[in-house]
């Protein structure tokens, strides 16, 4: 069965840092990627996917994930971070072969604590 | 456009009884996602319905079971609660029920079973 792990379940940073939130998937099998936000109190917000194409994929908001197929990852980054990134950051999956659609495995989640 | 939409916002009640959730997807998507996210963790799946018909089910007893309407909005039914069941439900919207479809989600219920 496909699963997801968040290698940190923590990162506090300083405001202006790099940082990177680390994400690899179980399956062998060719599959959809994501990384999903979410703020305090509130649901889930699409941050950026990979479907196809090139490895590495952008959000509007600076943050950036490339795809690695031979280590099964998918590291979310960022190179410059501000006190609004405070969040929970999820990794999910999506298994191409899956005849279940759109079914997202999420990972345990990356609490990003950015500090000034 | 309005967004997903989940109501209620909080409920509370007590082991044994039965809840209803709704949700209504933006306008336009066909499928309704339900996930289950206990405290600390990432979501869990619960079932996908595309045009009315159920797609996907997740590895959750029978006690849990949803439906969607001709509007294509949806409920998700818990029955006999137990304090397990405590948790923030979501729910997410997509056009069409592939993979590559991005799920919007809502801003949950969260669920209290005392």
């Known amino acids: 069965a496909q699963s997801v792990t968040q290698l940190d379940s923590q990162v506090p940073v300083f405001e202006e840092a790099p940082v990177e939130l680390r994400c690899n998937y179980s399956s062998s099998v060719s599959v959809y990627l994501f990384w999903y936000v979410q703020y305090p109190n509130q649901g889930l917000q699409l941050l950026l996917k990979?479907?196809?194409?090139?490895?590495l994929v952008e959000s509007i908001n600076g943050f950036e994930a490339e795809f690695n197929k031979s280590q099964t990852s998918f590291h979310l980054r960022k190179p410059s971070v501000h006190i609004s990134d405070t969040a929970e950051y999820f990794c999910a999956v999506s298994d191409r072969g899956d005849n279940q659609g759109g079914k997202l495995i999420f990972g345990q989640g990356t609490e990003l604590s950015v500090k000034p | 456009d309005a967004g997903v939409t989940q109501s209620p916002t909080h409920l509370i009640k007590t082991r044994g009884q039965h809840v209803t959730l709704r949700c209504s997807p933006i306008s336009g998507h066909k499928s309704v996602s339900w996930y289950q996210q206990v405290l600390g963790q990432g979501p869990q799946f619960i079932f996908q319905?595309?045009?009315?018909?159920?797609?996907g089910r997740g590895n959750f007893p029978d006690r849990f079971s949803a439906r969607q309407f001709p509007n294509y909005s949806s409920e998700l039914n818990v029955n006999a609660l137990l304090l397990g069941d405590s948790a923030l439900y979501l729910c997410?919207?997509?056009?069409?029920?592939?993979?590559?479809?991005?799920?919007?989600f809502g801003p949950g219920t969260r669920l209290t079973v005392l």
């Open positions: 319905y595309y045009e009315k018909e159920e797609r």
């Open positions: 997410a919207s997509s056009y069409q029920s592939f993979g590559t479809d991005t799920q919007y």
């Open positions: 990979y479907l196809s194409g090139s490895t």
